[in-house]
């Protein structure tokens, strides 16, 4: 059974920073993209970022490309979501998750992945 375990979401002003990771269990980590997602009260859980299985890939929503960074490492079983220019429309529970099969690029839809954090908390103040 996967694990995914999420940490450093938290309180920030507009403009700052963030960094979340996302520890997973398995030995298999380094071979399955992983994702970001986030889900703001009354909607939708919606894509954030992608990596690929080797980590060449990156992929993001259009609201955070150039403001956040999705990078792995894979030795440490880990995958970073870098949040930087955090802005109040930010401010959701963010969650990351892994594929549902191994070596593909990453993925947008919440359906091509299998296992889930138990997210954490970014709220962003105006």
């Known amino acids: 059974q996967v694990q995914l375990v999420e940490s450093g979401g938290g309180l920030v002003q507009a403009g700052g920073s963030l960094r979340l990771s996302c520890a997973a269990s398995g030995s298999t980590f380094s071979s399955y993209a992983m994702g970001w997602f986030r889900q703001a009260p009354g909607k939708e859980r919606d894509f954030v970022a992608s990596i690929t299985w080797g980590g060449g890939n990156k992929y993001y929503a259009d609201s955070v490309k150039g403001r956040f960074t999705i990078s792995r490492e894979n030795a440490e079983n880990t995958v970073y979501l870098q949040m930087n220019n955090l802005k109040p429309e930010d401010t959701a529970v963010y969650y990351c998750?892994?594929?549902?099969?191994?070596?593909?690029?990453?993925?947008?839809?919440?359906?091509?992945?299998?296992?889930w954090g138990q997210g954490t908390q970014v709220t962003v103040s105006s």
């Open positions: 998750a892994r594929d549902k099969f191994p070596q593909r690029i990453g993925r947008r839809s919440r359906d091509d992945y299998a296992y």
